[in-house]
């Protein structure tokens, strides 16, 4: 079946640090893959995705690469802020429904 | 725009109680999910709906949940008899339409902490 494995947190970072955070999947077919974000008391909300492979999503400072010959969507930052601090998870997309599987979430904490 | 809106946000019973939560999904929005998030783990759908009918419901705890989408909009999701275990967080999503299409972009609701004690 679909599965996300995402590296294990929590991150602690200073401001400015260089982020990554590694996700790998496994799947049938060829899934879009996602990177949401969850802000202390918010909801999920839609950081990137890339729906093929070498598709490169970026939003915020944000990036990940779609590599299918890895099964990985690694995600990175250049330089992270206060702000950044949130729980972090990989999902990738069923190809014949609309079902999320998600990784377990990396919590990320950025110090000033 | 108004977004995902669910309610109770917090919610604390006791074992063997029932309780429901409400969700009201984005305004047009075909497809709404029910998802159970567990601490320290990301979310696992419990069940989705494409207009009134539930298209996926595999993950859904038959025994002692149950949940509904009168007329095609809002959904709730009811326990009971609520376990210890079902303490957790219950996410609800929508999305214009489901599956692979360009319009399939889940958008989350706040959710509903249960507590089960």
């Known amino acids: 079946g679909n599965s996300v494995t995402q590296m294990e947190g929590p991150v602690t970072l200073s401001e400015e640090a260089f982020l990554t955070i590694n996700c790998t999947y496994t799947a049938t077919g060829y899934p879009s893959l996602f990177w949401y974000v969850q802000y202390p008391g918010e909801g999920l909300q839609l950081l990137l995705k890339a729906t093929k492979a070498d598709d490169k999503g970026s939003n915020k400072g944000f990036e990940a690469t779609y590599r299918k010959e890895t099964t990985s969507f690694h995600l990175e930052k250049g330089s992270v802020q206060v702000s950044d601090s949130a729980v972090y998870f990989c999902a990738l997309l069923h190809t014949s429904y609309g079902k999320l599987t998600f990784g377990q979430g990396t919590i990320l904490t950025v110090h000033p | 725009e108004a977004g995902v809106v669910q309610s109770p946000r917090y919610k604390i019973i006791e074992k063997k109680q029932p309780v429901a939560f409400w969700c009201n999904p984005i305004?047009?929005?075909?497809?709404l999910y029910w998802y159970l998030q567990n601490l320290g783990q990301g979310p696992e759908l419990l069940i989705r709906y494409e207009n009134e009918e539930a298209v996926d419901d595999s993950q859904l705890p038959k025994d002692r949940f149950s949940a509904e989408r009168l007329k095609g909009v809002d959904s709730t999701l009811k326990i009971q008899p609520a376990e210890l275990g079902d303490s957790a967080v219950y996410l609800c999503a929508s999305s214009l339409q489901g599956g692979q299409g360009l319009d399939n972009e889940q958008f989350f609701g706040p959710g509903t902490r249960l507590t089960v004690l």
């Open positions: 305004s047009g929005h075909n497809t």
